[in-house]
């Protein structure tokens, strides 16, 4: 696995980090893979460590090249900078596609809680679009006085017109256009319970692939919902939410098709002597009685 980040060219606080896997005769194969760039939670104040490399290293262990995004937020957040933030990030990954071994129309983006809501506007206003969206727990849109806060600082204005807003909007861009979104959320969750669902029945009445698993039990911001991502806390630790990325990577294995593997050689010390020059040996033949 090689790894690397890339700084937004003119928002210096954005970054890319790759976890790109090896694709070469040395692993008995070559291929062309998924990609998926993960957009961590943190309420537009902060991008959440436990929704960021514990997500890219689930995804790379299952045959995904997988990247982080850490969009701006707080003040820099403003103008809706992770909105063009996101797309530039697709578009990064679709320039360099052929050099990492990526499949260019195979590219997913994921988001959590405040990242969901990135995810959810790269695949609606972006200029570069992905060609599937994964979101977790996902703020739907900036309506209602909980997410005012957010509108704020996605605007950066303390009273936002309703232009403003319109900007800002993903939830109501969502049209026949949309790509096919995997959705996951609690009954627990108190802080975007609404999020999921709004989004499938959106996604229904444009009649766009979409699925969602609604589980009953558990708190927001589970991540993973296993040790990797708990950060320690017993609070984020949930055996059945954690069945979402299991599920997810047989959907995108549904919506992208299954890998195919090209064998290049089944002996890689015969790959590697005739690399030498080395000749190899004539093979015993069975002695005739």
Known sequence: ????????????????????????????QETNRPAVIICPGGGYLYCAATEAEPIALAYAARGFHAFVLNYSVRFDAAGFSPLEEVSWAVGLVREHAAEW??????IAVCGFSAGGHVALASGMLAENKPNALLLGYPVASMEGPQNAFFAQLLTGKEHPTAEDMKTLD?????????????????????????????????YSKAGVDYELHLFQ?????????????????????????????????SWLRKIFGEPV????????????????GVKMPEPLKAEQN
Not at 101 to 106: F, K, L, N, R, Y
Not at 220 to 242: C, D, I, K, P
């Open 1 to 28: 696995m090689k790894t690397f980040t890339f700084t937004h060219p003119i928002h210096s606080e954005a970054t890319l980090t790759g976890y790109v896997m090896d694709c070469d005769v040395t692993l008995g």
């Open 101 to 106: 071994h990526i499949a260019a129309d195979q």
């Open 170 to 202: 993903a939830f109501g861009a969502i049209d026949a256009n949309a790509p096919p979104a995997f959705l996951f959320a609690t009954v627990e969750d108190r802080l975007t319970p609404y999020g999921a669902l709004a989004i499938a029945n959106a």
């Open 217 to 249: 039990f558990g708190p927001h911001g589970l991540g993973l919902g296993t040790a990797e991502s708990a950060n320690g806390s017993s609070q984020l630790l949930n055996e059945r939410v954690a069945q979402w990325h299991d599920l997810s990577v």
């Open 261 to 276: 593997f090209v064998n290049k050689s089944n002996s890689l010390v015969g790959h590697y002597l005739k690399e030498m």
